[in-house]
């Protein structure tokens, strides 16, 4: 069983930056995938960053790319979104997940576990 708590959500006006967390219970952190996604308003969630389990592959949605950049510490299991450039339409409910193992998946259906959410309000 694996937990997450996402924190570092907010309002932040547009062009600014946040840095969320996802922190991970359980001792196979360091061995699995994580993932970002996001739900805005009326839509379904999304992709938006993977990275895998030692840091040296990542992708991205193409909508953040060269906006977002995900990372990882092991050594505290916590995986990082550090969100630039802030755009409205980021606004959404941003989640962590985790998947164990070498894959580096791209679709929620492959991950194994989810935070519950933190909310992120860019403002124009």
């Known amino acids: 069983q694996v937990s997450l708590v996402e924190s570092g959500g907010g309002l932040v006006q547009a062009g600014g930056s946040l840095r969320l967390s996802c922190a991970a219970s359980g001792r196979t952190f360091s061995s699995s995938a994580m993932g970002w996604f996001r739900q805005a308003p009326g839509k379904e969630r999304e992709f938006v960053a993977v990275i895998n389990w030692s840091g040296g592959i990542t992708s991205y949605e193409d909508s953040v790319k060269g906006r977002f950049t995900i990372s990882r510490d092991n050594a505290k299991n916590t995986v990082y979104l550090q969100m630039n450039s802030l755009k409205p339409e980021d606004t959404a409910v941003y989640y962590c997940?985790?998947?164990?193992?070498?894959?580096?998946?791209?679709?929620?259906?492959?991950?194994?576990?989810w935070g519950q959410g933190t909310q992120v309000t860019v403002s124009s």
């Open positions: 997940a985790f998947k164990g193992g070498k894959l580096v998946p791209r679709h929620q259906s492959l991950f194994d576990y």
